[in-house]
């Protein structure tokens, strides 16, 4: 139960940080050129994809067909 309960909150984490526009609708600073804004959605591209791929792996069966 504690594992579907960590996986949630993997799976609502991106969610509220995309939501919370305000807190990085800015323009620096600047991470190679690119403001703020852009680099840190990028960002949570890839950490959403972490956030995804950790809350499945907690959330499958053991010994199912791989």
Known sequence: MARKAVAGVLL???FTVY?????YAKDGP???GFPFFYWW??????????????????TRKR???K
């Open 12 to 14: 609502v984490v991106p």
């Open 41 to 58: 959605q990028l960002l949570w591209v890839v950490l959403t994809a972490v956030c995804i791929g950790s809350a499945h792996l907690l």
């Open 30 to 32: 600047h991470l190679t």
């Open 63 to 65: 010994g199912a067909a």
């Open 19 to 23: 939501l919370a526009v305000p807190t």
